[in-house]
C-alpha cells in the first residue's frame, strides 16, 4: 500500500475517509435497529425515550452516509475504489470463515451414542536402524500394553537390513521385527500399504504408529532430520483407525538452551546459598551460648530483676 501510494498521506487519507465512514453509518444504522427492537416490548412510558434516541440515531446514520457518498464520487478516482472492492471482498471472505468454523463445531460435536471402545489395539514401531531412540520408542510402546507388538522396518538397502537383524537377534529384542520390501527405495508406500492390510484384516481394531523422532536445537537441522517422519505422519493422518504418537529424543543441540538456563541460574542460586549461610552465622552471634551456670545473659537480668521483685 505505500509502494503503490509513494507514502502520500494525501492520497492514503482517502482509504481512511471512506472507512471510517463506512464504520460510522453502520454503527449509526445498527443503533436505530436496536431501538427498533427495544420498541417492541417497551413500556408506555419508555417509548418516548426510544424515540428519541432512534430519531438521533437515524439523523446520524443519513448525515454521515451523505458525507460517505460525497467522498466515493469525488475521491473514487484518487484511490477510493480500491476500498470499495476490497471491503466486499473482506467481507465474504470473513462470512466464508464463519460459516467454516460453524460447520466444524457441527461436525465435532458428540454424538448421542459416544465412541465405542476398539476391540484391539495394535502397535507398529517403525524401525530404520537399531539406535537409542528406537530402543526408547519400543519400550515406550510396550508400556502401553497393546494386543499385538510389531516393529516394521523398510528394506531399501540388503546390507543394511541383514546388519538389522544381526543386531536384533544378538540383543534378542523380544519384539517381532518384519521387514517389508521397498523397490523403490521408498518408504512411505510399503508402510502404507503394510497398515492398510493390518486394518483390512481387523477392521474393528486400531493401529497405533510409533515414529521415532529427533529433536533438534538449530533450525538448520530440522532440514537434515524427521523428513522422511513428516511425509509419513502427513499420509497418516488421513488414514481412518489409525494414531501416529511421535516419540521425541533430545538431541545435545536441543539441550543447549536448557544448559544455558541452568548457567543462568547457577549465580542467583550461589547468592541465594551466601546469603542464607550469612543469615545463619548472624543468627549464631545474636545468640549468645549459655554459661556454666546454665542461664544466658538475658536469663540472669531476668534473674536478677525476679530477686530484687521478691526482696521487695
Same mark, same amino acid.
Given at each position: 500500500m505505500i509502494w503503490g501510494f509513494d507514502?502520500?498521506?494525501?492520497?492514503?487519507?482517502?482509504?481512511?475517509?471512506?472507512?471510517? @465512514?463506512?464504520? @460510522?453509518?453502520?454503527?449509526?444504522?445498527?443503533?436505530v435497529r436496536h431501538w427498533t427492537n427495544q420498541l417492541r416490548g417497551a413500556s408506555q412510558q419508555a417509548r418516548a425515550g426510544l424515540h428519541r434516541a432512534r430519531l438521533i440515531n437515524a439523523g446520524g446514520a443519513i448525515l454521515t452516509g451523505l458525507v460517505l457518498v460525497v467522498v466515493l464520487i469525488t475521491k473514487f478516482t484518487h484511490g477510493a475504489y480500491l476500498v470499495v472492492i476490497a471491503m466486499p471482498i473482506l467481507f465474504v471472505l470473513m462470512k466464508a470463515i464463519s460459516r467454516h468454523y460453524r460447520r466444524v463445531g457441527e461436525e465435532l460435536a458428540p454424538w448421542p451414542g459416544g465412541i465405542s471402545l476398539p476391540s484391539r489395539i495394535h502397535a507398529v &514401531?517403525? &524401525?530404520?536402524?537399531?539406535d537409542q531412540p528406537t530402543l526408547q520408542a519400543l519400550a515406550y510402546a510396550k508400556a502401553t500394553r497393546p494386543h499385538t507388538l510389531t516393529a516394521l522396518t523398510v528394506a531399501t &538397502?540388503?546390507?543394511e537390513i541383514e546388519e538389522l537383524e544381526a543386531q536384533w537377534a544378538e540383543r534378542d529384542i523380544p519384539i517381532s521385527l518384519t521387514v517389508v520390501d521397498a523397490p523403490y527405495r521408498d518408504i512411505t508406500g510399503p508402510v502404507l500399504h503394510y497398515i492398510t492390510e493390518l486394518r483390512a484384516n481387523n477392521p474393528p481394531t486400531l493401529v497405533v504408529v510409533y515414529i521415532p523422532e529427533y529433536v533438534v536445537g538449530r533450525p538448520w537441522e530440522q532440514l537434515l532430520h524427521n523428513q522422511s517422519a513428516l511425509r509419513l505422519k502427513a499420509r497418516l493422518l488421513f488414514q481412518r483407525g489409525v494414531l501416529v504418537t511421535s516419540v521425541p529424543w533430545q538431541l545435545r543441540s536441543s539441550r543447549r538452551d536448557l544448559q544455558k538456563e541452568q548457567q543462568a541460574l547457577e549465580p542467583s542460586d550461589v547468592r541465594a546459598a551466601d546469603l542464607q549461610e550469612?543469615?545463619?552465622?548472624?543468627?549464631?552471634?545474636?545468640?549468645?551460648?549459655s554459661d556454666t551456670s546454665g542461664f544466658t545473659r538475658s536469663d540472669e537480668d531476668g534473674g536478677d530483676q525476679r530477686t530484687s521483685q521478691e526482696a521487695e
Open positions: 507514502a502520500s498521506t494525501s492520497r492514503l487519507i482517502q482509504l481512511y475517509i471512506i472507512g471510517v @465512514f463506512v464504520s @460510522f453509518t453502520l454503527s449509526q444504522a445498527g443503533m &514401531v517403525l &524401525v530404520s536402524r537399531l &538397502v540388503e546390507a550469612e543469615l545463619v552465622k548472624t543468627r549464631s552471634r545474636t545468640e549468645s551460648p
